[in-house]
């Protein structure tokens, strides 16, 4: 069967069985099993695939596990990253945590960075990569999370995987910058969410009873934990800023920024003196 075949054969299959972006996923999955980018299948369309492959991988998305999943890999920021059962997706609006994260590193020269809940490592190793005088440790504590972590920073110098539960802060040096994404969901609401999303960890998910339970963390043990004006860069929930702003008793200068869809979504502080 020739690439393009087994293009409309997915669009098709995906369709009949109800999964949404068929089009998308059908072409992301031929152009993952022949090894070239999406933008390159009309210049492969008379190539051949293996159908059985095609087929199982038709099969795990049709039972609704996330095309990131099936293929193993996503783009993020400038990278592309292993993810795969156990690790949160890497997702567009956290590139613009990133992105914020990268420009104020960038002034500060040599310096250390703290990526709590890591998860695939693609906030940290992204850091890492744009900004070569920082040392990023990534720390994150699910087993199952840290093994796509391990994979994601090979050959990346100056990231340093920690698997380590970030409610201790034994025996760690003190950062200029810390960055998170961490979980801030509320536990009532991952019940609710669509059918793909709950193929990810809960623990990369769950907030606790009101999604705000990592920034209380971040606050009480993290504060500390960073040099003379400090700054951290946190993902929030679209409705939580204003919440966040009251229980960051540690920080100053609090700011909440808006991503590219109008909503909360980036907390940026300063360690008080």
Known sequence: ???????????????????????????????HLAGIKNSEF???TDDDIIMKKF?????????????????????????????????????????????AAVEYIKSLGQCTVYDLCAGSGCIGISIAKACPNAVVYLIEKSSDAFFWLMKNCQGVRN????????????????????????PYIESEAIKSLQ????????????????GLD????????WSGMLNKKGRIFLEIGESQGAEIKQLLTGFDDIQVIKDMYG????????KKD
């Open 1 to 31: 069967m020739t690439l393009k075949q087994a293009y409309n054969y997915g669009v098709y299959f995906l369709s009949c069985n109800g999964i949404d972006e068929a089009e998308f996923k059908s072409l992301c999955t031929v152009c």
């Open 55 to 99: 087929a199982d991988l038709l099969w795990r998305l049709k039972n609704g596990e996330p095309l990131q999943y099936v293929i193993g890999k996503w783009d993020f920021y400038e990278s592309e990253f292993y993810v795969g059962r156990g690790v949160l997706i890497p997702r567009p609006e956290t590139e613009e945590l990133c992105a």
């Open 195 to 210: 059918s793909e999303v709950r193929f990810e960890p809960a623990m990369a998910l769950d907030g606790g009873k009101d």
């Open 263 to 270: 909503n909360d979504r980036i907390v940026t502080a300063v």
């Open 214 to 221: 990592f920034y209380r963390i971040i606050n009480d043990n």
């Open 42 to 44: 009309r210049m492969h």
């Open 159 to 182: 990231a340093k995987a920690l698997c380590a539960d970030i409610k201790n802060t034994n025996d760690l040096i003190k950062a200029d910058v810390i960055v998170a994404n961490p």
